[in-house]
């Protein structure tokens, strides 16, 4: 696992790590509402660099082993506020966009989605995302812009299905079934529309 921080992840020092018994892991919520599980990791060879980084579902924290639990609560914090303004600055450009839907289709569908545009828009208030299959074209809508990774993903493999299978009956959402990360995305992208953000997703079956 890295020990630093690398590009993607959040790294500070602390003032000072008051006495505590080092511990191998141990999990906590994330604060904020559908935010992956948060694993603290202690290690005596940190004196006073906190760093952090996203690993699938989780948000790693590496932490100095003589660390409180005072401080260690503040520490996530810290590190889980500074990780979400990294990624709310990170938005991939329609080139990024393509490359990446190209990823997920060979990844998930064997290649056989293959997009000519894929795009962000502004004027797509009402959806997540759409889809052209006679252009061939998928757009994007700018809110999912800072939203979790594996969100994003769902709505670009949700539309690279519809290339595939028109509407969504059982055949699109089988498609859907081989992205593990589905049910976790529809009920994020969920909890945003009831609060009030965006419309509510199409039921699947």
């Not at 990294?86 to 290649?111: H, I, K, M, N, W």
Request: net charge positive.
């Amino acid at each position: 696992m890295p020990a630093d921080p690398l590009p993607g992840l959040a790294g500070e020092s602390p003032a000072r790590g008051a006495g505590s018994s080092p511990r191998r892991a141990e999990s906590r919520p994330a604060r904020a509402a559908a935010a992956s599980a948060v694993e603290v990791r202690r290690s005596t060879r940190r004196r006073k660099s906190v760093s952090a980084y996203r690993e699938g579902d989780r948000t790693i924290v590496l932490i100095p082993a003589r660390m409180s639990q005072a401080e260690e609560r503040r520490w996530v914090g810290v590190m889980l506020d500074k990780l979400a303004a990294q990624e709310s600055r990170r938005v991939p450009g329609d080139t990024e966009l393509s490359e990446r839907a190209a990823r997920l289709s060979a990844q998930y569908f064997d290649g056989r989605a293959r997009p000519l545009s894929v795009r962000w828009v502004t004027n797509q208030n009402s959806r997540w995302g759409s889809c052209t299959p006679a252009e061939g074209s998928i757009r994007l809508s700018h809110r999912l812009q800072g939203m979790p990774e594996y969100v994003v993903d769902y709505v670009l493999l949700h539309e690279l299905a519809h290339l595939l299978v028109p509407g969504h009956g059982p055949d699109f959402w089988r498609l859907l079934e081989a992205y593990p990360r589905t049910e976790r995305a529809r009920g994020y992208l969920e909890g945003v529309a009831a609060a009030g953000q965006l419309p509510q997703l199409p039921a699947a079956r």
